[in-house]
DNA sequence: CTAATTATTTAGCTTTAGCTAGAATTTAAT
DNA sequence: ATTAAATTCTAGCTAAAGCTAAATAATTAG
């Protein structure tokens, strides 16, 4: 079963709003996930029913299948198997990558995934922390919370970021938190709820609570 | 100004088929080339007048304009430097890296060729030995004839196929005729042109004129 | 130099993926 | 429980890129 490039696109679209959260995924998220309108979103969704990769009733919803969520997890993981060749071999910064990889995920060929994921060393999380699906579409995710729901004297590595948008990871570039940096909880702030961290034993930060929210622990 | 990828697979054809000796490129050449119909041919020729990138007088003929030329040579460039890198960071054979560089060559995105380039260490040929142009598409190509056009005694190094399918490429392979192989013409048949040759000072093999005519060598 | 053949182009259809405008359905609010 | 609002879907249009069939131009042959 093929899909083309649209519907690969939506189908990850759709599994990522899935796993965030809620109930099920409309329409309306979809379209606004993806940039474009609703209409073609309900059109698209026909068009992915009949190929049955979710399933469909129109005005009700949707789910995504196995056989959706097979392909949807192969895209994800081709994506993110290109982030980590751009930074890790071209020394792309982590805020250049996305674009590039959006286009590069949909290079059909089954050979030139598995040569890439060797040549990488079978890496496990792209540079952003996120996990890669292996062939299977099995994900090895790491338990993780907030920075902003640490405690005070908690300590632990960033391991991802919520938001990727290239402005928070130019910020994020500048204070020195980048992924895999050990940190520790110095204070928080009840009032605004920002908080002080030291970064690497050695840089003490400040940090509001909207960017503390988007930066993501693994506690030790 | 933004090719379509249809676009630049067309240019790049028209570009290849320029090159090739002969005096001008018909419709039935493009077709045949890039596996489409006379008709559709016809209609993209004028998009592609429209576009500037050729100029075409319906029934006469066409001419690829200095625009043209350029962003055909890019994607060339694109192409060949994928190739390399599948061959000689990702151990593709030599055989199977076309179709994968057919889409590689389409990723839009200056800084990645830049990257990609530098990654690979500035390379001037590709695996089947063609000249990679520059990032202003200038081509430092070596003299070279057929192995077919050599005498007797001459010697040289294969730098270069004309022919690409992955039958011929196998079977280069399977004789031991690798690009950058030293070789020296043992002797000739007058009456089917087929020739004898020393490959790398230790094996001797025999191949017909067909074979021989699609092997480029760098005389010596 | 016509006539036949071949090459090329045009016209009109198909599919994919968008769009707008308007209809239908569900949800919310009085 | 109706109406109002929001959501979602349908119909019909557009653009790209292909196709077939038919028309037109160029070339070759007798």
Redesign the interface.
């Known amino acids: 079963m093929e899909l083309t490039t649209a519907e690969e696109n939506y189908l990850k679209a759709i599994y990522h709003l899935s796993e965030e959260g809620q109930k099920s995924v409309s329409t309306n998220d979809i379209a606004s996930a993806i940039q474009t309108k609703p209409a073609s979103v309900s059109d698209m969704l026909r068009k992915l029913g009949e190929k049955e990769v979710i399933q469909y009733r129109k005005y009700y919803g949707l789910q995504i299948t196995p056989l959706g969520m097979r392909l949807a997890l192969q895209t994800i993981r081709k994506h993110r198997l290109w982030e980590v060749f751009?930074v890790d071999?071209?020394?792309?910064a982590w805020d250049?990558v996305h674009?590039?990889a959006e286009?590069?995920e949909h290079?059909?060929?089954t050979?030139?995934v598995e040569?890439?994921d060797a040549?990488l060393n079978y890496p496990k999380f792209d540079p952003h922390g996120d996990p890669i699906p292996d062939e299977f579409g099995d994900v090895r995710s790491r338990p993780r919370i907030a920075l902003q729901e640490m405690g005070i004297d908690q300590s632990g590595q960033i391991v991802a970021v919520k938001d990727s948008s290239p402005a928070f990871l130019r910020y994020l570039d500048k204070v020195g938190a980048y992924i895999g940096a050990r940190i520790k909880v110095l204070d928080k702030v009840e009032f605004d709820g920002s908080v002080e961290i030291l970064v690497d034993q050695k840089k003490t930060i400040f940090m509001s609570k909207d960017v503390a929210n988007n930066i993501l622990i693994l506690t030790s």
């Open positions: 751009l071999k071209l020394h792309f250049e674009e590039v286009q590069l290079i059909q060929s050979l030139l040569r890439l040549y």
